[in-house]
């Protein structure tokens, strides 16, 4: 089976604009959960969706938003870009909603 | 609280030797301990997991040590080769609620010396 995709690989957008990244899960799973990656505050949980439902959100400010289509496939929207979004966006996909996670490669995405 | 610490913060081991990764938590709230190896520029890659109904779980050359009581985990790299050298990630996803929402610990960098 085919991986977690995540496109677009590299992006830089400059503060006070909006991005959108995307993910494609491994085809079968029904979860998708994204997260945030910084070398100060590690890996960190956004939110969570399963069957086009968020389950789970973390604590971000609701600059950061998301969803879910009815293939799995899922994307997220970042609103008025900060210097502080700077980061390794990552997607992982999973079958169920307790069940092992498997990562993609991430979006690096650098706000000037 | 949901935290999870990590250490060492960065590990040095010659090749051949043993490598000891550990963990904690502060509260009972988790039910799934994964580790995740990450090298640069590429996304954590699972490992080796275990649920807390078990001490320990060998997989190749990983070894995850679970102890309850002390709300600690522990990998073990057995023969560490070159090729590990890597970052690698404990997590814990909590048992209340749907969820699979993963708490990471800050990671440790391995380097593992020829």
């Keep these: 089976k085919a991986g977690v995709t995540q496109t677009p690989r590299y992006l830089i957008k400059t503060r006070g604009q909006q991005v959108t990244l995307s993910c494609s899960p491994i085809s079968g799973h029904?979860?998708?959960?994204?997260?945030?990656?910084?070398?100060?505050?590690?890996?960190?949980?956004?939110?969570e969706y399963f069957s086009e439902t968020q389950r789970n959100k973390g604590?971000?400010?609701g600059r950061f938003s998301g969803r879910q289509f009815s293939n799995s496939r899922s994307e997220m929207n970042v609103s008025t870009l900060e210097l502080g979004d700077s980061a390794l966006y990552l997607c992982a996909s999973s079958p169920g909603t307790r069940?092992?996670?498997?990562?993609?490669p991430g979006t690096r995405l650098t706000v000037l | 609280q949901q935290q999870v610490k990590q250490s060492?913060?960065?590990?040095?081991?010659?090749?051949?030797?043993?490598?000891?990764?550990?963990?904690?938590y502060e509260?009972?709230?988790?039910?799934y301990f994964p580790w995740y190896q990450q090298f640069p520029g590429k996304?954590?890659?699972?490992?080796?997991?275990?649920?807390?109904?078990?001490s320990e779980k060998k997989e190749g050359r990983f070894t995850i040590s679970f102890n309850k009581s002390a709300k600690q985990f522990s990998l073990h790299i057995m023969d560490s080769q070159p090729g590990d050298?890597?970052?690698?990630?404990c997590a814990a996803s909590p048992l209340s609620g749907n969820t699979g929402k993963l708490?990471?610990?800050?990671?440790?960098?391995?380097?593992?010396?020829?």
């Design chain 2, 85 to 89: 050298s890597a970052t690698y990630f």
């Design chain 2, 103 to 114: 708490i990471f610990g800050q990671g440790t960098t391995l380097q593992v010396k020829p």
């Design chain 2, 43 to 54: 996304g954590p890659a699972l490992l080796i997991a275990i649920r807390p109904d078990v």
């Design chain 1, 30 to 47: 029904r979860s998708v959960s994204w997260y945030q990656q910084t070398p100060g505050q590690g890996l960190q949980f956004l939110f």
């Design chain 1, 59 to 61: 604590n971000f400010p």
């Design chain 2, 8 to 24: 060492p913060q960065s590990l040095i081991v010659q090749k051949g030797g043993i490598s000891i990764i550990n963990c904690a």
């Design chain 2, 27 to 31: 509260n009972t709230a988790f039910d």
């Design chain 1, 99 to 104: 069940t092992e996670q498997f990562f993609g």
